[in-house]
């Protein structure tokens, strides 16, 4: 009979019941953090560019690297999408062709099926602008208002 080993003392574990996406070990967000939670496709969703991030030495998947590349990072989201040459490309037909003029626009990501990546077709991550007419809700910061009043009103 297999004897148990002890558990080291800085190890913890817990219950996960969330998405397998989540378990991936990785900066970058892929097409499989966007899957609908019924795996059905994909879901789009709104984000806001915080900072365009200047990237060496990057790795993904499959052990490929790249030595400098560029790479989104949004509003209150762990995961960074690295900057293939459309959404470089679309980007700068949505806002201009410096990267400082994109910080704090509210964009798309959607899922394209049939991407060409390294001679396979596989899903990919493309940026488009907000076809909804409200983007979504800023966060709140410290101080402000929690009650605001149209200017002319009476408080």
Same mark, same amino acid.
């Given at each position: 009979? =297999? $004897? !148990? @080993? /002890? &558990? +080291? =003392? $800085? !190890? @913890? /574990? &817990? +219950?996960?019941?969330?998405?397998?996406?989540?378990?991936?070990?990785?900066?970058?967000?892929?097409?499989?953090?966007?899957?609908?939670?019924?795996?059905?496709?994909?879901?789009?969703?709104?984000?806001?560019?915080?900072?365009?991030?200047?990237?060496?030495?990057?790795?993904?998947?499959?052990?490929?690297?790249?030595?400098?590349?560029?790479?989104?990072?949004?509003?209150?989201?762990?995961?960074?999408?690295?900057?293939?040459?459309?959404?470089?490309?679309?980007?700068?037909?949505?806002?201009?062709?410096?990267?400082?003029?994109?910080?704090?626009?509210?964009?798309?990501?959607?899922?394209?099926?049939?991407?060409?990546?390294?001679?396979?077709?596989?899903?990919?991550?493309?940026?488009?602008?907000?076809?909804?007419?409200?983007?979504?809700?800023?966060?709140?910061?410290?101080?402000?208002?929690?009650?605001?009043?149209?200017?002319?009103?009476?408080?």
């Amino acid at each position: 009979m =297999a $004897e !148990m @080993r /002890e &558990k +080291p =003392a $800085e !190890m @913890r /574990e &817990k +219950p996960y019941t969330g998405p397998v996406a989540a378990m991936r070990d990785s900066p970058w967000l892929a097409s499989e953090d966007l899957e609908n939670p019924d795996g059905t496709g994909w879901r789009e969703v709104t984000v806001v560019i915080d900072k365009v991030m200047e990237i060496t030495d990057a790795q993904f998947k499959g052990g490929r690297s790249k030595k400098r590349g560029y790479a989104l990072q949004f509003v209150n989201k762990s995961r960074m999408l690295y900057l293939n040459g459309v959404n470089r490309e679309t980007l700068k037909e949505m806002f201009g062709r410096l990267a400082r003029d994109w910080l704090g626009k509210t964009v798309t990501l959607w899922v394209k099926p049939d991407v060409l990546l390294m001679g396979q077709r596989v899903p990919g991550i493309r940026v488009k602008q907000v076809t909804s007419a409200s983007p979504p809700p800023r966060e709140r910061q410290p101080g402000e208002d929690d009650d605001p009043q149209p200017e002319g009103s009476e408080p």
